[in-house]
């Protein structure tokens, strides 16, 4: 079991920057894929990013890619996501997600993972 709270999100005007973290509880968090997700009013929830257990893999949505980035501090039970070069279209509400995997591997759907934490809201303005 694990809990996440994730904290950092604002209002950023187009272009400038932020990170997001995500504190995780639980004395395993080192063997956890973890990821970013995000939701805009009216739309699905959408893949941001995901990293594995042990920081070796990370993938990103074309949306952010070279733009975003995913790492992770398994000491301090956190994981971030710095947001370079923000857009409008990036304003949602944040979410990270953990599944205990063991592996080095990242997870990109929604159903892949079980614990999930509150949210941040992300607004850029252009």
């Known amino acids: 079991q694990v809990q996440l709270v994730e904290s950092g999100g604002g209002l950023v005007q187009a272009g400038g920057s932020l990170r997001l973290s995500c504190a995780a509880s639980g004395r395993t968090f080192g063997s956890y894929t973890m990821g970013w997700f995000r939701q805009a009013p009216g739309k699905e929830r959408e893949f941001v990013g995901s990293i594995s257990y042990s920081a070796a893999n990370t993938y990103y949505a074309d949306s952010v890619k070279g733009r975003f980035t995913i790492s992770r501090d398994n000491a301090k039970n956190t994981v971030y996501l710095q947001m370079n070069s923000l857009k409008p279209e990036d304003t949602a509400v944040y979410y990270c997600?953990?599944?205990?995997?063991?592996?080095?591997?990242?997870?990109?759907?929604?159903?892949?993972?079980?614990?999930w934490g509150q949210g941040t809201q992300v607004t850029v303005s252009s």
């Open positions: 997600a953990a599944q205990n995997t063991g592996h080095h591997i990242v997870l990109v759907t929604p159903e892949d993972y079980d614990y």
